[in-house]
Structure formats: C-alpha cells, structure tokens
C-alpha cells in the first residue's frame, strides 16, 4: 500500500477533507434522485439516473480538484480502476451473469425452486434462504459469487409465490456478507489478516464470536416474520437441473477459485440443457452474450469508483479521514488505548467502505493506519483483522450503491434501497460486535 496513506499531509485538514466532494457529489445525485423520484411514486426510481451515469460528474469534480495535470489525473484514474481487486470484481460480474441467464433458460432455475419449495417447510423459508446463502458464500468465500447463485432461484420463489422481493433480498444479502466475512478464502479475510500479520485461523476464531451470535439472532427474525408459501408439492423435480449449484457449492468446498466455479457452473448447465431440453449452442452463445449485457452497468460503475477512489487517495482526502479518525479515537477513550485503538480501527474500516463502496479495497486502504492503531493500542493482529473485515462488511451489506444491492436488484428488479432495508444481518452484527468489543476491552 501506498505510504502516500500514512505520512504527514502537508496541507491542512480542511483542503484535504475537501476532495471527498466528489463522493458526496455522486452520492448526492444517486441517492437523491431515487428518494425524490420514490417519493414521487416512480417505479424503479433507482434506475432512473443510472449509478454509472451519476458517477460521471462526480469524476469531473475530482479531477477540477487535483493539481496534478490532466495526462497524470488520468493516469491515477486508469490504475484505481484496473486494481487488481476491482478487475477481478468486473470479470465475477460477468460470469455472474452469464451463469443466471443460461441456468434460467436450460430449467436449473427452476429446478431448484421446485427442490426447494419440497425441502423447506412453508414457514422457514427465509431462514432457509439465509442458511443457504451463509453456507455458500463461506465455501465459496465471495458474497458477489453467491447472490449470483442465489438471486435467479430466489426470483423463482418471488414470482411463484409472490413474495415481498426486499425481504427475500434482505435474506440473501445477510447470508451472503455472514459467510464472506466468516470465509478463510474470503478477498478480505486475506486482505484483512495480510495487513495485520493475523493467522488466518486466530482471526476465524474471533470473528466466529462476533458472527455467529449475530447470525442467530437474525434467523429468529426471519423466522417469526411468518412468511409462509403455500403450495402443490411438485412430484417430478427434474434433479439433473440442480447438478450446476451442486457444481458450484462442491468446487467452492474443494477451494477452486471463484472464476473456474462459475466457468464449469456455465458450461455444465449448457450441457444438461443440450442433453434434457435440445438446448443449441447458439442460444449458449446468445444466452452468454445477454448475461454479460446485463452485468454492463454494475461493471462501468465498478470502474468507475475504483479511478475515483485512487483520484481522491492521491488528493490526501482518505489519508485527512483516517488522522480525524485516529485523532477521534484517541481523544474519546485517553484512559484506554485498547478501547480507542479498536474504535478507530473499526471506524477507518467502516467510513472508508462508506465513499470506496468496496470493503476488500477499503481494507486495503486502511490496513496499514489499522496495524499502526493495533499496535499502539496492543490489540492483537487476529483482532485487529477481525475488526477492519466485519466493520467493512457491515458497511457493504447496508449500501445501496454496493455492488451487492447493485446486483440483487437488477436480479430481483426492485431497488438497491429495497434490498439494503431487510438487511437484517448487517445492523444485528453491527450492535453486537460493537457490545462484544466493548465489554472485552474493559
């Protein structure tokens, strides 16, 4: 990570603070044209004024902003967006998409609403849901690659029964960030415990009691929500359809990665489709071909937040938020160094997900100042990681300008807000990591 982060800034804190208006410049124009335009009774108001396009002149004002010159801001702006981590998200959104469009058209969709319809009990299907998309995402270690998986069959469940899509949403973006940050193959449980020099199994440990409980609570939730499906039960459930997921969760288990779970989920579909359903390798192509259209916005937008976020890192603006925050920490807790050190670090994580909209890169960005804040403070590395992954994860479950609500929606066809509001999961963990915290740094 760039020392850029760590060392002194030479302006004052006000001038730095103020490239962080490009982030409330988007912001302002994103969210404040969906709540006016919802307000206003329009449907799908979020989809309006496109993220991708809100975003445009939010980079403008970044780049007024920056004293460098034109030629070097657009170098800056070209490295944030084709960051590792950002590229790696762009290439999931496509697969992701190309996966839900070709099980839906070869009948694995509906398969596994059929399987799942028998299986659950009318009562317990969200917390069904939620398990499921727990179990998933810690085997496959990405909440993205998960909703993906998940959302198509949840779409079934939602047009068969009619459902309220936010909270089956709400379902599927709680289980997906619980196995994320649980995951040891997790992109921020690596980045997490790289930074904070934490072995990856202490850091498991530590955040197996802050997310298990909060898990618990949630399917209480859920569960007394008294959602119930009535149904026919379907006698002939076409098995081979499940053989994908199945697919998928049996790789993620083995620890392939992510790109080749979906890639074989893809083609195996294709084939039992060739096989059952005289599926023709034209309509694959076409069906690849729609999938990865509709993953185009949510791709552009990913860019697009990667070249700010690196514009904005360069102005000073992220190294200015993390000094106010040390400096907070600091001040609010001088008797306790432990105490103050974990609520800064939990801060940086949290506020900096806020404008990056990527908990793995606000992780990145912050884990040094974290590791400086641990060692200050004599927090261990394996709670030191624990906190910068959970407080970035909460943070991502309950944005609705995140990639995570960004894809739900467009899947379930409601708007990210919808999906972020029955989130339940995400504010549960928030409360009770922030009491667990509290009470073992007496």
């Not at 899509?165 to 690596?190: E, Q």
């Amino acid at each position: 990570m760039s020392n850029e982060l760590t060392k002194p800034l030479n302006s004052s804190p006000e001038k730095s603070l103020l490239s962080l208006l490009p982030f409330g410049v988007f912001l302002g124009l994103f969210l404040g044209t969906g709540i006016v335009l919802t307000l206003q009774g329009e449907d799908f108001a979020f989809y309006q004024l496109p993220a991708s396009i809100a975003i445009i002149p939010a980079i403008l004002v970044a780049v007024f902003l920056g004293k460098d010159s034109i030629n070097e801001q657009v170098s800056q702006f070209i490295t944030g967006a084709g960051h590792s981590n950002i590229i790696t998200m762009c290439i999931i959104y496509l697969l992701a998409g190309a996966f839900a469009i070709v099980a839906k058209s070869t009948g694995s969709v509906d398969a596994s609403v059929q399987l799942g319809l028998s299986f659950f009990p009318d009562y317990l299907l969200l917390p069904g849901l939620f398990l499921v998309s727990a179990f998933i995402a810690t085997a496959m270690g990405t909440s993205m690659g998960t909703i993906a998986a998940i959302a198509p069959v949840a779409l079934g469940f939602i047009e068969s029964a009619n459902l309220d899509a936010s909270i089956v949403a709400g379902c599927i973006i709680s289980g997906a960030i619980f196995g994320d940050n649980l995951s040891i193959i997790s992109d921020t449980t690596i980045a997490s415990t790289r930074s904070q020099g934490a072995h990856m199994k202490d850091k498991f440990k530590v955040n197996f009691k802050f997310a298990v409980p909060a898990a618990l609570l949630c399917l209480i939730i859920y569960a007394s929500m008294g959602v119930s499906i009535p149904h026919e039960q379907v006698q002939d459930i076409k098995i081979l359809g499940l053989l994908p997921y199945i697919a998928i969760l049996t790789l993620a288990l083995m620890g392939i990665n992510v790109f080749v779970v979906l890639i074989v989920g893809i083609i195996l579909a294709a084939a039992i489709g060739m096989f059952d359903n005289s599926y023709q390798l034209s309509a694959w192509v076409s069906d690849i071909n729609t999938g990865f259209g509709s993953m185009q916005d949510i791709f552009i937008l990913s860019l697009f937040i990667g070249g700010l976020s690196e514009l904005i890192k360069r102005q000073g603006g992220l190294a200015a938020l993390t000094d106010i925050i040390e400096s907070f920490a600091r001040k609010l807790n001088p008797n306790n160094k432990k105490r103050a050190a974990g609520l800064g670090i939990a801060s940086l994580a949290f506020i900096c997900n806020f404008f990056t909209a990527n908990n793995t890169v606000s992780i990145i960005v912050t884990g040094e100042t974290a590791k400086e804040l641990a060692e200050d403070g004599e927090v261990s590395p394996a709670h030191s990681a624990s906190l910068l992954d959970i407080y970035a994860c909460i943070n991502q479950g309950l944005l609705p300008y995140g990639a995570q609500a960004l894809l739900l929606g467009a899947t379930l066809k409601i708007s990210p807000l919808a999906v972020v509001s029955s989130a339940f999961y995400p504010m549960i963990l928030l409360v009770v990591a922030s009491i667990a915290f509290w009470r073992i740094t007496k």
